[in-house]
């Protein structure tokens, strides 16, 4: 195991990243490039420069800690999770980047007593898949896509092994929470929904969670000084959604938007 992670942010307080008040570790580095992803600093697994918010000044993004130095942070809010029932959740990026690092980290961390989630898109090895989630009481899984090839043209890489580790996990995970981030011209549509929704029932998946498409990242291309794709598609809203909802639920599929 490396000494070191590459990690971009570690964000206190967090209330949407899973149960109670949570701290959340952001990994550094992705194999999926995601044309819409409202991280993009979060791609290259090294720190590199971002300008400012006022495009002023060159800062440096990502910087490499220890387990001990992260450990030493998270649990600065120990009172914090112990009092609301929270936590630390790990995500990225793409935590299973780094993913012997993180699995430590969560290790250890469990045997302080703290609950652990994690955010993935849960491309990785198998084995590598299955050791990770030994850690995590609660998964949150991303699906991009149904199809193979449109999977491969909006994230550069294969749907394969994601669906195989996603089926291990709908196996053996007691808290795996399903997610969709919906994309317009990607993967929205009634005719998506009806694909996605036929997949989910053939693997067995009974609950999933719409997360709309947002601008919130727009503005990191810029400081990046990296093209952005989506500079002109409008956010969608939870109302967007109802039609993906409706069509979940007529596969018996119940279905939240957050």
Not at 148 to 168: A, Q
Request: include cysteine; charged fraction near 25%.
């Amino acid at each position: 195991m490396k000494d070191k992670a590459c990690i971009f942010n570690i964000q206190k307080f967090s209330i949407h990243d899973g149960p109670g008040i949570r701290t959340v570790v952001f990994f550094k580095g992705c194999p999926l490039k995601c044309y819409w992803c409202s991280n993009p600093e979060s791609q290259d697994g090294k720190p590199e420069n971002m300008w400012d918010n006022q495009k002023k000044a060159v800062t440096t993004v990502g910087e490499y800690k220890t387990l001990d130095e992260i450990i030493e942070e998270v649990m600065k809010d120990e009172p914090f999770y112990e009092e609301s029932g929270g936590g630390v959740t790990l995500s990225g990026g793409e935590v299973l980047y780094q993913a012997e690092f993180a699995t430590e980290l969560l290790r250890q961390l469990k045997e302080k007593g703290v609950h652990t989630a994690s955010e993935t898109t849960g491309f990785a090895r198998a084995e590598v898949f299955k050791k990770y989630i030994e850690q995590v009481d609660i998964l949150y899984f991303d699906v991009k896509h149904h199809d193979e090839d449109e999977h491969k043209r909006g994230t550069g890489v294969s749907l394969k092994p994601i669906l195989n580790n996603l089926t291990y996990a709908l196996n053996e995970h007691p808290n795996l929470v399903v997610r969709i981030p919906v994309i317009p011209n990607y993967n929205d549509g009634e005719e998506n929904a009806e694909a996605f929704a036929q997949l989910f029932n053939q693997m067995g998946i009974t609950t999933v969670e719409l997360l709309p498409f947002h601008q919130f990242g727009e503005k990191k291309y810029e400081y990046l000084e990296r093209e952005y794709t989506m500079h002109d598609i409008p956010q969608l809203h939870t109302e967007d959604l109802d039609y993906f909802k409706a069509i979940f639920e007529d596969h018996q599929i119940s279905c939240s938007v957050h």
